[in-house]
């Protein structure tokens, strides 16, 4: 005789969250503040029309890297890793990881030797050194990254 187990829906239709709009609720961090800000302060204002979002949840913890931001410049749109949207995770390391997603947008990408594109080039990482806690925020990252990952 096989035991029978009732079966959730993985995706509710209306799940409650979504009836009562609690997801950015319970954000720590306001991105386009954040945006905002850096925008004065570093960039003179110029970065605008861009969409600064949290990215979405994976299923499983990446076991090699983490990618702490992406940009898509075409679409005008900086997604951070949600899982900095934590206690532990201080607002000056979310500073820098939206600050060094701003900068890919000013710094253009270069063509190597090889053919291939380098989006992090010299001048990125001159102007990217060049932010107040960069250093701070490098160290901050090598001591917790195993956190981030399993």
């Not at 209306?14 to 991105?31: G, T, V």
């Not at 995770?89 to 990881?97: A, G, M, Q, R």
């Amino acid at each position: 005789m096989t035991k029978k187990t009732k079966r959730k829906l993985a995706h509710p239709k209306l799940p409650m969250q979504r009836q009562l709009n609690l997801q950015d609720e319970r954000r720590r961090f306001d991105l386009c503040a954040i945006f905002d800000e850096l925008n004065a302060t570093h960039f003179g204002g110029r970065l605008r029309g861009y969409q600064v979002v949290w990215g979405r949840r994976r299923r499983t913890r990446p076991k090699e890297y983490f990618v702490f931001g992406t940009i898509q410049e075409e679409d005008r749109i900086i997604r951070i890793n949600p899982s900095l949207d934590q206690p532990f995770v201080p607002l000056w390391f979310i500073k820098y990881i939206l600050y060094h997603e701003m900068l890919h947008s000013v710094i253009p990408d270069e063509i190597g030797p090889s053919g291939r594109r380098r989006v992090h080039t010299d001048e990125f990482y001159r102007r990217e050194q060049q932010y107040p806690h960069y250093r701070r925020a490098r160290r901050w990252e090598e001591e917790n990254l195993a956190r981030f990952l399993r």
